[in-house]
């Protein structure tokens, strides 16, 4: 997204009671991608490109397409709509109803390539004698026209290594590029151009004015350079037979010299003749889900969204940067290390359960987190999923000079407890185990004589204090050590000397690795706050305590199953986590006429706008679920009844993110937060409630059958 961009969305939507100025929005429409690129399909047809993160490029910032006839130029974003997947696939089908013709589109984004298949039918007010023209005005005998005469109209805008000024392009009859140094896009159409224009960005009067311009603009006679000196091309494209097809492509010249990269466009061409091979090409880029997978549905979007977000190196962003200039928010396009090893945790988990084979995902995850661990054992705040190069983030106080409060301990928690359920999967990178003794040191350096971790930043990273959700992250982590860690030891380290802690390491880290978690699940007796019968927030900096619900402390149930599998959860225990996860879930439960679900926190004031109360978040509401089913999976695993109304619960949590629900939309998309009056916000799809849903999927199905006849009948 260009400041251009951002200042005309401002224009649009300044004093919108749910919309944020300035952003770019993908709370509807649908995302194409695949090998690094990620391409947003609005549900007005417009293109943009969101890979920047995954790639390094940065590609089409805007788009608009068009049907021409005579003189005559319907744009496409004007025209009724309708869109959806093809089959289990990324390719994107919109239907574009306009008063002379139907327009249907495929979108396709395949590695560094995006592929649009337009094909045109038109009605009975096709171009020809007698026919209307969109205003209503006769077309005479002159200027009438053949349908075979009409023209695909393409307007896009690159902004080459992120720049809008300092570029140029180069034209073929086929093609053009843009460039500014080492990024070269290319627009390319099979059926070549029959007339192709440039376009300077937004002027300045036009910047400054109080109305937004509408773009493109009609061509200046005056200013010769915009044909060649800016990033903007307006192409006629000729339909052969009713079929237009245009591609673009992102390129480093350092690896793709100009006349690979035609070379690419014209197999392309080749290739993808029909949409039966864009969809066969789309299907090649996703895992295969059976047919006999429960919940098939949720399942395939799931994974779909999950690879949309996935860099070739594995990691993956959180969700679309809608936000770029942090105007409303931190940025989304990056790697939390938290977001990611959970995700992967739960895909390790669900892969068998639903039929699906994820091990290069897993592979590659592994191999990354290895690569990105700090000397210290821990991980950073956030990186660039391309390559795991430090990105820009606010908790990095372990790589500053200064005291540990701003460093998230519970991105580390997280980490240790996938590498090591990994390891005991037989994922197998090297330098596995070196990691998980320099982690282990890493966490006992951040774990408290009480038993706690030290004071940091929270998960939700607004607020530092003693949290029972990094509490959680660590009773896991330490526990899956303990369950999974035999034969580690702390000679896989190169040089024990130069990890903090490492050197004094006990000779026996599995066992050591349960004593800690022991010494945690201990000290959660701390944080009961046995008046609201549930586990508080966290410590608070003067000590005292913050006994507001907060749907991050779910993250106990599974932490406690983990532990569980070391030496039983004692009965107390049991009782207090039902009694909390009851508490957290009905305390945090927020419903409207439009949505139902659960908000983040009590207190929560973040991206309210105009709303009085909290919004509901998606992740949340699916943490529930989860929540409710792992604590199902544990209570029935002691013979306890009260699984059974755990599961009930479960299901009904999950009815809210599951597909129909009213926090999934029409898409399949979760996004990370609903206004009251059912508007999605903020980033979408997120990534982390969608394994969050793909992992409740295969637990009730897998783990809690049994139950579901009774939680139907409770229900009734």
């Known amino acids: 997204m260009q400041l251009r961009d951002a200042l005309d969305d401002y224009k649009r939507h300044a004093g919108d009671g749910t919309r944020f100025p300035g952003e770019r929005r993908t709370v509807s429409g649908r995302f194409s991608g695949g090998g690094g690129r990620l391409v947003h399909v609005g549900d007005d047809g417009e293109l943009r490109d969101f890979g920047y993160p995954l790639s390094g490029r940065t590609g089409l910032v805007r788009s608009r397409i068009g049907l021409a006839v005579g003189d005559e130029v319907t744009w496409l974003d004007e025209a009724d709509t309708t869109q959806r997947y093809v089959g289990d696939t990324a390719l994107v089908e919109t239907v574009h109803e306009t008063p002379r013709a139907t327009v249907t589109r495929h979108d396709a984004t395949l590695g560094d390539a995006h592929v649009t298949r337009a094909s045109v039918e038109f009605g009975e007010d096709a171009p020809g004698e007698g026919a209307e023209v969109a205003d209503g005005a006769d077309v005479d005998d002159e200027a009438a026209l053949d349908p075979a005469d009409a023209s695909l109209v393409v307007y896009a805008r690159f902004a080459p290594d992120g720049r809008d000024d300092r570029v140029g392009q180069l034209r073929y009859d086929d093609a053009v590029e843009v460039y500014h140094a080492d990024e070269h896009d290319f627009l390319a159409s099979a059926t070549g151009f029959a007339d192709l224009r440039g376009q300077l960005p937004a002027t300045f009067p036009e910047l400054l004015d109080d109305d937004p311009t509408d773009l493109p603009r009609d061509r200046d006679g005056d200013r010769y350079e915009e044909e060649r000196l800016s990033g ?273 390491l006990p000779e026996d880290l599995a066992a050591h690795a349960r004593d800690r978690a022991r010494e945690v699940y201990d000290a959660l007796d701390d944080l009961w706050v046995p008046e609201r019968g549930c586990y508080a927030v966290c410590e608070t900096l003067d000590g005292g305590i913050d006994d507001r619900l907060d749907s991050a402390t779910l993250a106990l149930a599974a932490a406690h199953r983990s532990f569980d599998a070391l030496g039983a959860v004692d009965d107390e225990r049991l009782d207090r986590l039902v009694s909390h996860v009851e508490t957290v879930v009905d305390g945090l439960s927020h419903e409207s006429d439009d949505i139902a679900g659960l908000i983040r926190y009590e207190g929560d004031g973040w991206r309210r706008a105009d709303q009085l109360s909290e919004k509901v978040w998606t992740v949340s509401t699916a943490w529930g679920a989860n929540a409710c089913a792992e604590l199902a999976a544990l209570l029935a695993a002691h013979d306890d009844p009260r699984a059974a109304k755990m599961t009930a619960r479960a299901r009904d949590l999950f009815a809210h993110v599951s597909p129909g629900g009213s926090l999934c939309e029409p898409t399949t998309y979760l996004p990370e937060q609903f206004f009251d009056d059912g508007t999605p916000d903020s980033a979408t799809p997120l990534g982390w409630p969608h394994a969050i849903r793909l992992a409740t999927v295969a637990l009730l199905d897998e783990e809690l059958p049994q139950f579901a006849d009774r939680a139907a009948a409770d229900d009734d």
């Open 232 to 504: 903007e091309v307006i192409a006629d494209v000729p339909f052969a037979e009713g079929v237009a097809t245009v591609a673009t492509l992102l390129t480093d010249q350092a690896e793709t010299d100009r006349e690979a990269a035609r070379e690419r466009l014209d197999a392309l061409f080749a290739d993808l003749d029909s949409v039966d091979a864009l969809a066969d090409a789309a299907a090649a880029a996703l895992p295969a889900v059976p047919e006999s997978a429960p919940a098939r549905e949720s399942v395939v979007a799931d994974l779909r969204v999950l690879s949309l977000l996935a860099a070739p190196s594995g990691l993956r962003i959180a969700g679309p940067d809608f936000d770029p200039y942090y105007e409303h928010s931190g940025g989304y396009g990056y790697t939390w290390f938290r977001d990611d090893a959970e995700i992967s945790g739960f895909l390790l988990g669900a892969a068998d359960a639903v039929g699906v084979d994820l091990d290069d995902w897993h592979a590659r995850s592994a191999r990354m987190y290895v690569a990105t661990q700090r000397p210290d054992g821990s991980w950073p705040h956030r990186v660039w999923p391309r390559n795991g190069a430090l990105a820009p983030g606010w908790a990095n106080a372990r790589i500053e000079d200064g005291p540990d409060v701003d460093y998230q301990a519970d991105q580390t928690g997280s980490v240790v407890a996938y590498l090591s359920e990994a390891r005991a999967a037989g994922v197998d990178v090297d330098g596995l185990d070196a990691t998980l003794v320099a982690a282990l040191a890493g966490l006992d350096r951040t774990l408290e004589p009480d038993g706690r971790p030290v004071v940091c930043q929270n998960a939700w990273e607004d607020s530092a204090g003693r949290f029972t959700h990094t509490a959680a992250t660590f009773l896991e982590a330490y526990s899956e050590l303990g369950r999974h860690g035999e034969g580690l030891a702390v000679d896989a380290l190169d040089d024990p000397d130069a990890v903090p802690g490492a050197a004094s």
